[in-house]
């Protein structure tokens, strides 16, 4: 069997039974109540499952962009998946935005997004030029799933992406690392420059980390108080609106939880007076709940 057929067939196995062990799992959780911690932990284990059968999709999605849409006040809104994540892992969220009439556009950033942080943002930069030079809107949203927020944010730091971007949205992104890379630096080694640039006080982030946020542009984030891959404390940036949900890492871009937040953030109205332009030193989270 080609290494294709065997994708396919393990996206389809997944599908198949994905939904009944979901179900045995959310189960529980429906008798118990989700604020139990049973609860949440069993309703966590179903949205890992999700997430993976969602992932197995991989980085081929075939849509219509829609660009004819866009417009000063309906811009275009950019989806960017984590670390071994694909494409796919963001389609739960993909599908709910569509549904809402958002402009959705996401892009391949390589097998698995393993690859340099600062390429992939050099990516994303000349995209979203094309994109806007071929609109009438002048910014865009950025919605980032973990490793995908440090991706954004280099953009806006240091590819001038403050000038075009609007709101970045950045969920359980490790602002300041995170020890779980060890993991990647396991299994994948020299083959994953991101490996070792996620790692806390790596070379990337202490670059990452020079200067101030730029003003303008509004930062949002949202953090899991069950994630052990990017733990609470290392999602904080000073300046930013934070938020904090019962979840885990995967619940992030599967729980409908999250998704009423992301809907609120990015219907809100544009904060003219947005202030992004604090250092990137510890900080607190605003709120939580």
Known sequence: MSSGNGRKAISASLRRSSWLVRWALEAPSRWLGKKSSVGQDLAGGADGLSYLRNLARGNRIRREANFEKITDNQVPLLLIHGFLGTRGSMYPLERRLLSEGFIVVSFNIGALNVRDIRRSAF??????????????????????????????????????????????????????????????????????????????RSRFLDELHQGQVPQGVEIHTIAAARDWVVPLETTRLPGANAMTVPLGHSSLVVSEEVYQRVIAVLRAPADPDADGAATMGAGNLDHEG
């Open 123 to 200: 990516m994303i930069h000349r995209k979203i030029d094309r994109i806007l030079s071929e609109t009438p809107s002048t910014k865009i949203d950025i919605l980032a799933h973990s490793m995908g927020g440090l991706i954004g944010l280099y953009y806006v730091k240091k590819l001038g992406g403050a000038a075009r971007v609007r709101r970045l949205v950045m969920l359980g992104t490790p602002v300041h690392g995170t020890w779980a890379a060890l993991l990647g630096i396991a299994t994948l080694g020299l083959w994953s420059t991101s490996s070792w640039q996620l790692l806390p």
